[in-house]
């Protein structure tokens, strides 16, 4: 594939704001996950189009603070997920897409810092701001949720991370035993 052919192909995914300083993801079933590196030279979260990916104190070798193995590169899990549930309907959908794979509109918004994830199923939108503070080592999540319905709606809403302190290899043989 030439390098035209290539960029035409993912303009069908995304594109760059404007002011050239944000790239902006329309759809989440990218090719690959599209990842954005939020750190502060000490700190880093890798984070994907659909908040897939994982975090990392210092070497993501040897200090990763949640689960993610090398392997993973071509998958977008595990990651940081919100879910919202509908306590009347009893229906449940990830504010980010991953993992239920929800149907609704979706929007990624990769900038220098920040990750923005929005989506929208059955009337409410959801906006998940992910950035590193430059003094502090931790991850940063301001979640909203707007309901765009008439009538009053009654949310759960509940965050997931999967956890994993320290050295990756020996969970990997782990698995393979």
């Not at 701001?129 to 759960?156: G, Q, S």
Request: hydrophobic share 35%; aromatic share 16%; glycine share 6%.
């Amino acid at each position: 594939m030439s390098g035209i052919d290539s960029l035409n192909s993912y303009k069908k995914y995304g594109y760059f704001s404007d002011d050239a300083t944000e790239f902006i993801i329309k759809r989440p079933d990218t090719p690959r996950p599209w990842i954005n590196y939020l750190s502060n030279g000490r700190f880093c979260s890798i984070i994907s189009q659909t908040a897939g990916g994982y975090h990392f104190y210092l070497d993501p070798a040897y200090n990763r603070i949640t689960r993610w193995e090398p392997a993973n590169y071509l998958k977008d899990s595990p990651g940081r997920y919100v879910y919202i549930r509908d306590n009347n309907t009893k229906g449940f959908w990830s504010a980010g897409y991953s993992p239920t794979k929800n149907s609704g509109k979706f929007e990624c918004r990769h900038g220098l810092g920040y990750t923005v994830v929005s989506s929208e199923k059955d009337s409410i939108r959801s906006e998940m701001t992910f950035f590193v503070p430059m003094d502090d080592e931790l991850e940063v999540w301001l979640v909203d949720i707007h309901n765009l319905r008439r009538e009053k709606a009654d949310l759960t809403v509940f965050n997931f991370a999967e956890w994993f302190i320290g050295f990756w290899e020996p969970e990997l043989r782990l698995r393979n035993l």
